[in-house]
């Protein structure tokens, strides 16, 4: 597995070896990914320009929400990654592939970005890129096109499980290819122009947003909780809490990264959150973990006065 670091803090899935310095790394551009953005943009201004359409709109509304919320935030996010809650696995298989409809990366791609970055964050030293540290159109650039690139990069491991399951495995070989199953029942129902809405709009938009979301909520907004000694920090995006589905709640999400409840603050809407409760009175879901059902991270404090009710009534 390697040997640890005893500079840097190992996390479920990242190991540093003892050559292993999170500094130490260049910013590569990744063309298949910054040509697939590409190809979607303009496929998205072409919906809008060339095919204006209510019901190509509605559809992308719907495909977007649909695949951000069940897929990315609930599926993704929640339960592949952090395991927030557990199901059965055929709903699992469902809500993570719809997260691969979101257009940004296989389910083994998703956790690789992800816990990387969220390793990179918990050092008491971060690069700009990982901590979205960079400015509004730079950060962009290297968020969306580029890619980190470590000289010593630490161990990291997938749980078995996930790891050696044929369907994820499947679903990795084939993210890009698994919009073909969404794009062929929408041509067929209106064309070129509704594929350009419900695909090339939908992912364009997916990607930048979360590109947004992630910038912003490392950057500026309200912050309830802090991490001690760490540079890099979450904050909360007030008035996103719906059109994120509880993912603009990124302090929070810092401050309890086992949690399946992002809102925890009274008015801080957590959609995603809402699908978990209703799985869960449907008997589909169950150990849904809350912010008091683990330990709370090494370092965290409060910076703001508690509410009428804090996050232990959630």
């Not at 209510?54 to 495909?63: E, H, K, Y």
């Not at 069940?70 to 996010?77: I, T």
């Not at 592939?97 to 964050?121: C, S």
């Not at 809407?269 to 449907?282: A, Q, S």
Request: proline share 6%; with cysteine.
């Amino acid at each position: 597995m390697g040997e640890r670091h005893s500079k840097w803090v190992a996390t479920d899935r990242v190991f540093p070896r003892s050559e292993t310095n999170p500094m130490d790394g260049v910013i590569c551009i990744v063309w298949p990914k910054a040509l697939w953005l590409a190809a979607h943009i303009t496929g998205g201004i072409a919906a809008i320009f060339l095919f204006p359409s209510l019901l190509g709109l509605l559809i992308f509304v719907a495909l977007t929400a649909l695949s951000i919320c069940l897929g990315h935030s609930v599926g993704m996010h929640r339960l592949l990654i952090h395991r927030s809650f557990s199901t059965s696995k055929w709903l699992e298989y469902t809500l993570v592939w719809l997260g691969t409809l979101v257009g940004m990366a296989g389910p083994f791609g998703m956790i690789r970005a992800h816990d990387m970055r969220d390793w990179h964050q918990r050092q008491t030293l971060c690069p700009p890129h990982p901590s979205h540290g960079a400015g509004f159109w730079r950060d962009a650039w290297w968020q969306l096109c580029c890619e980190f690139r470590l000289i010593n990069p630490p161990h990291f491991q997938i749980e078995e499980e996930v790891a050696n399951d044929p369907v994820y495995a499947f679903m990795e070989r084939t993210w890009m290819a698994q919009q073909l199953i969404l794009t062929v029942p929408l041509f067929l129902l209106g064309g070129i122009g509704f594929v350009l809405w419900g695909i090339c709009l939908r992912i364009s938009v997916s990607l930048i947003g979360h590109w947004a979301v992630g910038h912003y909520a490392h950057r500026r907004g309200s912050q309830i909780w802090r991490i001690k000694g760490l540079p890099s920090q979450g904050y909360n995006l007030s008035g996103l809490g719906l059109i994120t589905f509880g993912e603009a709640w990124h302090g929070n999400h810092h401050a309890f990264p086992h949690s399946a409840r992002l809102g925890i603050e009274p008015g801080q809407m957590d959609p995603g959150f809402g699908v978990i409760r209703v799985f869960e009175k449907l008997k589909l879901a169950w150990n849904v973990q809350l912010p008091d059902t683990q330990p709370a991270r090494e370092g965290l404090y409060r910076v703001a006065p508690l509410a009428s009710n804090d996050h232990r009534e959630a």
